[in-house]
């Protein structure tokens, strides 16, 4: 799959997981939530922030590239980039809570290369896919009994 330099939005998957996350201030547009055996669904996402520091700083939670591969058996930047074709040609992000993630901490590896954050349609894009994983957040950890 040819790689595109613009920025990402998720995909869809239902299985739980288990990711041990990585390290972030959790203050930075996180809601604490009760520890569960699904440790990729540890921290519940902040819809109601929308600034891409905060984004940024969820994004980096988890280590996709590592849990894309072995959880979703894919590269993250492959799902990444096909999640954001789906999002080009559609405007809607579409997967799973897994697969959103991925590509939201894809996306931070994106524009952390370009050497800029994201502005105008490329920041609203990016705010929608945080709001995705939000929502499936809610869906999915509701599903695991949460």
Known sequence: MDKIAAPCLPAKATAHRTLHPG???LHVG???RP???HG?????????VGDISSIWG????????RYAKTNLGVECGDLANQKLGIFERSGIWQGSFEE????LFFEQRRWLHFGTD????QLMGLQALFLAVSENWDIEAGDAGV
């Not at 959103?100 to 590509?103: A, F, I, S, V, Y």
């Open 23 to 25: 390290h972030c201030d």
């Open 30 to 32: 996180l809601s604490e």
């Open 35 to 37: 520890q569960i055996d």
């Open 40 to 48: 990729f669904f540890e921290l519940k996402p902040n819809a109601h």
């Open 58 to 65: 969820y994004a980096l939670t988890v280590d996709g590239y």
């Open 100 to 103: 959103l993630r991925c590509c």
């Open 118 to 121: 994201p502005t105008g349609d």
